[in-house]
C-alpha cells in the first residue's frame, strides 16, 4: 500500500509518502511545496495544485490522507486560507482518481503518539522513531504529512 499524506497550507504544504509492504514501512518521497505570501493566491494555489498532481503523477498513491479541516474562533483567516490550498489538493486527487480520506488533527496525534494533545515536537520525534529518519530538520508540516500517513495505516489495520 502505498500513502499520500498531505498537512495542507498556503505557505507551506507538507507531504509525505510511505509505502507498506508486509512488517516494513519506507519512505519514499517527503518535502514541502512552498508559496510566496508576495505572489497572488490565483498563482499560489496554481503552484500548489501543479505540484500535487506532478508528485501524484510520480509516486503513484493508492489513498491520500489528508488532514481536516479546523477552524479556531480566534483564527478564522487562518482556516480560511487552509481551505484554499486544502481545495485544490482535493481537486488533484479528484483529477487522478486517488481514494481521499480525511482525518483530524488529534484523530492522528493519538495514532501516531497516543496522545490526541501531543505537540508538533513530540509528534515528531515520534515519527523520526517509527521511520528511522535521522533527526530532520523538516518543517513539521513534512513530519505532519508523514503522520496522516501512519495513522491512516494503523487506522486501516486496527492498530489506533
Do not use: W
Not at 34 to 41: C, D, F, H, L
Not at 67 to 87: C, D, F, N, V
Not at 115 to 134: D, F
Amino acid at each position: 500500500m502505498r500513502i499520500l499524506g498531505i498537512d495542507p497550507g498556503l505557505n507551506i504544504t507538507g507531504y509525505g509518502v510511505v509505502e507498506k509492504s508486509k512488517n516494513k514501512l519506507n519512505v519514499i518521497e517527503a518535502g514541502a511545496i512552498r508559496t510566496s505570501g508576495a505572489q497572488k493566491i490565483t498563482g499560489r494555489l496554481n503552484n500548489i495544485y501543479a505540484q500535487m498532481l506532478d508528485l501524484i503523477k510520480e509516486t503513484m498513491p493508492q489513498v491520500c490522507v489528508l488532514e481536516k479541516l479546523y477552524s479556531h474562533y480566534k483564527h478564522p483567516q487562518t482556516s480560511i486560507l487552509m481551505a484554499h490550498a486544502r481545495g485544490v489538493i482535493v481537486l488533484a486527487a479528484a483529477v487522478t482518481n486517488i481514494k481521499l480520506v480525511n482525518y483530524p488533527a488529534k484523530t492522528v496525534k493519538k495514532a501516531v503518539t497516543g496522545n490526541g494533545n501531543a505537540s508538533k515536537e513530540q509528534v515528531k520525534r515520534t515519527v523520526e522513531g517509527i521511520l528511522n529518519l535521522k533527526n530532520t530538520d523538516s518543517p513539521f508540516d513534512v513530519t505532519d504529512a508523514l503522520a496522516l500517513c501512519l495513522a491512516h495505516i494503523y487506522h486501516t489495520q486496527g492498530i489506533a
